[in-house]
């Protein structure tokens, strides 16, 4: 199975646009991308999800090509709080077989 | 109405011996998945339920296993713990399995320390 690789981490400031790609170059035909945030001593908490083009919810936006075998979560005008783990989900497998494999997760640094 | 719980959070178990961990999932959700989270592995998949069988299972050797109950309960055991499997062990709960839209949602964790 392909690995689903995303950066290390990344720096930012306040109020700046934060954007964290994934590639996933296996992910199974009908399953979606799911972008989850992740603080120390905390489950994954679900921020975003979808299966093409472009999805937006009130905290950020997920864009997808046409291919599907990368996407981008962007998150607009970040602040301090949004210094966490920032991890792309999505499930790879065929005829049956479906495992959900996660990017190893990108450290977002949130500066003042 | 209340998330994935997840008991207990902390435990400390010696090489050898067995572990058992719990896990509620939201109310309605039929699906419970879980993972292993390592700093030298990340996140894991471990084995999906839905409708107390087991849906789909990653590749972990046969010392981890789980069940389901009728009332979408969960609880995973891990047999002759290993010093690497201290780790934070995982719950998600879904509406369906097999994602294709299924979103999951995770629990808080449960801290497993092998000594």
């Known amino acids: 199975l392909a690995k689903t690789t995303q950066p290390i981490s990344m720096d930012s400031y306040e109020g700046q646009e934060v954007n964290i790609t994934c590639s996933h170059n296996?992910?199974?035909?009908?399953?979606?991308i799911t972008w989850y945030q992740q603080f120390p001593s905390q489950g994954p908490r679900f921020i975003i999800q979808?299966?093409?083009t472009k999805v937006t919810n009130e905290v950020a936006s997920l864009f997808i090509p046409a291919d599907r075998k990368s996407s981008t979560l962007s998150l607009p005008r970040v602040s301090l709080s949004d210094t966490a783990v920032y991890y792309c989900?999505?499930?790879?497998?065929?005829?049956?077989?479906?495992?959900?494999?996660f990017g190893r997760g990108t450290s977002l640094i949130v500066h003042p | 109405k209340a998330g994935v719980t997840q008991t207990p959070r902390y435990l400390i178990k010696t090489r050898g011996q067995q572990v058992t961990l719990s896990c509620s999932p939201i109310?309605?959700?039929?699906?419970v998945s879980w993972y292993q989270q390592t700093p030298g592995q990340g996140l894991q998949f471990l084995f999906e339920?839905?409708?107390?069988?087991?849906?789909n299972k990653g590749n972990f050797p046969g010392r981890f296993s789980g069940r389901q109950f009728s009332n979408s309960r969960s609880e995973m055991n891990v047999s002759t713990l290993e010093l690497g499997d201290s780790a934070l062990y995982l719950c998600?709960?879904?509406?369906?399995?097999?994602?294709?839209?299924?979103?999951?949602?995770f629990g808080e964790g449960s801290w497993l320390t092998v000594v």
């Open positions: 998600a709960s879904s509406l369906g399995y097999g994602r294709a839209g299924n979103t999951i949602y």
């Open positions: 296996n992910i199974a035909t009908n399953d979606y």
């Open positions: 979808g299966y093409k």
């Open positions: 989900l999505v499930g790879e497998g065929s005829g049956g077989s479906y495992i959900p494999t």
């Open positions: 109310s309605g959700h039929r699906s």
């Open positions: 339920y839905f409708s107390e069988t087991q849906r």
